[in-house]
Antibody, heavy 116, light 108 residues
Framework: EVQLVESGGGLVQPGGSLRLSCAAS????????MNWVRQAPGKGLEWVSY????????YYADSVKGRFTISRDNAKNSLYLQMNSLRAEDTAVYYC?????????WGRGTLVTVSS | EIVLTQSPGTLSLSPGERATLSCRAS???????LAWYQQKPGQAPRLLIY???SRATGIPDRFSGSGSGTDFTLTISRLEPEDFAVYYC?????????FGQGTKVEIK
């Protein structure tokens, strides 16, 4: 089955760190660009970060630049998001999503809550 | 950054009716790089339309997209019970990619 499964979310204090993972299966992960997209509770969607298939190109939203790091391990069919210096406004469900531009496959998301 | 404004915020319709959702961009969206997604409560978004008018794999033909430049439309020709959801437009022609705030299609 073609799917993406996120993990690693949880409750973290402001200023803390968290590492999200996304496990891909059912397709050739190394051939696809990947993204992280987040959704604050009751709010809309916000693109967070992009990584090309070979990791040669990486982009970040201004809201997370300098704090978040995207990476991937094609041998493990996995995508990661290292989140440092977390703020209350980073509280959201984080989705990994496949694609360059539009996103044709999404995981179910993992909830990150930043609170003291 | 391109701002996408969706209207209306909420659309109250009955099954079998036609739904017309609007997405207006603050600047022209290059090459019609405009997508539409459907999201149901507790679920991830699902890609419906890309390139303004191309249906994604497995999407029924009652969903259609149109428009160019700054004005885009998603039309659902006859609402089925499973179509009641929130719909988002997204532009991916300019960095950063941005989403509209969403239109909720609810049962009247």
């Amino acid at each position: 089955e073609v799917q993406l499964v996120e993990s690693g979310g949880g409750l973290v204090q402001p200023g803390g760190s968290l590492r999200l993972s996304c496990a891909a299966s059912g397709f050739t992960f190394s051939s696809y660009s990947m993204n992280w997209v987040r959704q604050a509770p009751g709010k809309g969607l916000e693109w967070v970060s992009y990584i090309s298939s070979s990791s040669s190109t990486i982009y970040y939203a201004d809201s997370v630049k300098g704090r978040f790091t995207i990476s991937r391990d094609n041998a493990k069919n996995s995508l990661y998001l290292q989140m440092n210096s977390l703020r209350a406004e980073d509280t959201a469900v984080y989705y990994c999503a496949r694609g360059l531009g539009n996103f044709d496959l999404w995981g179910r998301g993992t909830l990150v809550t930043v609170s003291s | 950054e391109i701002v996408l404004t969706q209207s209306p915020g909420t659309l109250s319709l009955s099954p079998g009716e036609r739904a017309t959702l609007s997405c207006r961009a603050s600047q022209s969206v290059s090459s019609s790089y405009l997508a539409w997604y459907q999201q149901k409560p507790g679920q991830a978004p699902r890609l419906l339309i890309y390139g303004a008018s191309s249906r994604a794999t497995g999407i029924p033909d009652r969903f259609s997209g149109s428009g160019s430049g700054t004005d885009f439309t998603l039309t659902i020709s006859r609402l089925e019970p499973e179509d009641f959801a929130v719909y988002y437009c997204q532009q991916y022609g300019s960095s950063p990619e941005t989403f509209g705030q969403g239109t909720k299609v609810e049962i009247k």
